[in-house]
């Protein structure tokens, strides 16, 4: 139960994360004609458009990050392989936590 619960809770963190994202890409797409009031007398309109696109840029390569991870191809399988080794038993707590081996009967080292 607790694997599925830590799994689900990455799982919305990311689908948060990528909401969160794509709503900031919507506002500044939104926007990007426009140089806010404020800034008005500092940036040029040209400026500012090309603001924007980088910050979209940015943010759509945040979104693919996020989906894919850094490595795409090398992280979403060793975490997947991972994942299958530890809740098939191959993988304990022996090896990286040393007291459980005392406990076990099996010596350390």
């Known amino acids: 139960m607790i694997p599925v619960a830590i799994i689900l809770a990455i799982v919305l963190s990311g689908a948060l994360g990528i909401l969160l994202m794509y709503r900031q890409a919507a506002a500044v797409a939104a926007h990007r004609e426009h140089v806010p009031d404020g800034f008005a007398g500092w940036i040029s309109a ?51 936590f040393p007291h459980c081996r005392r406990r076990r009967g099996v010596r350390a080292g």
């Open 46 to 96: 040209e400026e500012h458009q090309r603001a924007a696109a980088y910050t979209l840029a940015r943010t759509r390569l945040a979104i693919a990050e996020t989906i894919f991870g850094h490595r795409p191809r090398g992280a979403l399988a060793f975490c997947l392989a991972r994942f299958a080794l530890r809740v098939g038993g191959a993988i304990h707590g022996s090896w990286y």
